[in-house]
């Protein structure tokens, strides 16, 4: 387990995110096809060459499913009661197929529940592809185990 107890998290801190993806056709594809997004910027090549982007864009929720993903080892990877949201969701710009993509997420939120066991953690995510263009940015609101609060055989 490598994520945050709660008391962990600090408000604006930034967490730079070392794992990166470079997405591949047929990552793009296989999420297209998985969720039913048949859309024809996503697949198909001579739609999109009549576009103003000019060739084929990656789903933009695949971009922010791989941007989670990417946050979860040093975030919230085994200290996660769940996820309570993703917010004001932006793609200032696009992703095409072998773009690498990296992210860091800032912590912009933390209090405590109601009955002091857990703790609500927003934070500010972003997404950058090789070029350091911001091609996604979110908040993440997480219910968060608190370290104080886990069974002792469960560490």
């Known amino acids: 387990m490598t994520g945050l107890y709660y008391e962990e998290f600090e408000v604006g801190e930034t967490i730079e995110h070392e794992r990166r993806r470079t997405i591949s056709e047929s990552d793009n594809q296989r999420f297209c096809d998985m969720t039913m997004n048949q859309q024809p910027l996503h697949l198909d090549s001579e739609f999109a060459a009549e576009t103003e ?15 989670v993903g990417i946050s979860i080892p040093e975030t ?9 949201s993703y917010d004001d969701v932006e793609h200032p710009n696009p992703v095409f197929h072998g773009d690498t993509i990296r992210a860091q997420s800032t912590v ?38 608190k370290r104080e609060h886990v069974s002792a055989g469960s560490e």
């Open 53 to 67: 982007f000019g060739e084929r864009v990656v789903n933009g929720l695949y971009t922010l499913s791989l941007a």
């Open 108 to 145: 912009t939120d933390k209090r405590e529940t109601s009955d002091g066991e857990r703790g609500v953690v927003t934070m500010h995510v972003e997404a950058f592809n090789q070029d350091d263009d911001l091609v996604c940015e979110f908040d993440r609101t997480v219910l968060s185990l």
């Open 76 to 84: 919230t990877d085994g200290t996660i009661v769940a996820n309570l």
